[in-house]
T-cell receptor, first 114, second 111 residues
């Protein structure tokens, strides 16, 4: 049983470009959250998706947007990339009725903006 | 506001017990978690505790919660070199699943 899978694993983009990161949740999970982890820091919550809708959002600008598909997979889009967007982007999944029991995290996408 | 604080570094000898501490400021944090992150990897959920509990034990792991002081600790018994990693404390309020993470404690286990 595959856990949370993210693609790509590494990505290098130029400042001002746009990027799309992808996530497939663990089998049986319907809720996906995205986190940004800067080097040496704890993860910061970006947003959460359930039933194809954004349910919660952290303190991130509108340049960060997302989508959830009917198969529960999700995308994170970042427009007008800044150098400060360089980070590890983590996707986490859970069942909506069991979110309090913790999320399963993927291995992340390492984004470098140059 | 929401904030979770952890000490940054802990070094122990193999076979000793490790205690990693965490303080959270949001009194509405009713769900508390410990995650482990190894180099180049994502986060692995180790254990969780709800605010109506004082202690939870799971094999070598013991979590203690002091609600009055908003203090959470993770004790790892018989620490092994494979336990070397960064440990994150995280809290969530209400039934949202939105996690607020601490900065992480790097655990170094010396042979």
């Amino acid at each position: 049983d595959a856990g949370v899978t993210q693609s790509p694993t590494h990505l290098i983009k130029t400042r001002g470009q746009q990027v799309t990161l992808r996530c497939s949740p663990k089998s049986g999970h319907d809720t996906v959250s995205w986190y940004q982890q800067a080097l040496g820091q704890g993860p910061q919550f970006i947003f959460q998706y359930y039933e194809e809708e954004e349910r919660q959002r952290g303190n991130f600008p509108d340049r960060f947007s997302g989508h959830q598909f009917p198969n529960y997979s999700s995308e994170l889009n970042v427009n007008a990339l800044l150098l400060g967007d360089s980070a590890l982007y983590l996707c986490a999944s859970s069942a909506w009725d069991r979110v309090n029991y913790g999320y399963t995290f993927g291995s992340g996408t390492r984004l470098t903006v140059v | 506001g929401e904030d979770v604080e952890q000490s940054l570094f802990l070094s122990v000898r193999e076979g000793d017990s490790s205690v990693i501490n965490c303080t959270y400021t949001d009194s509405s944090s009713t769900y508390l978690y410990w995650y482990k992150q190894e180099p180049g990897a994502g986060l692995q959920l180790l254990t969780y505790i709800f605010s109506n509990m004082d202690m939870k034990q799971d094999q070598r792991l013991t979590v203690l919660l002091n609600k009055k002081d908003k203090h959470l600790s993770l004790r790892i018994a018989d620490t092994q070199t494979g336990d070397s990693a960064i440990y994150f404390c995280a809290g969530a309020s209400s039934n949202t699943g939105k996690l607020i993470f601490g900065q992480g404690t790097t655990l170094q286990v010396k042979p």
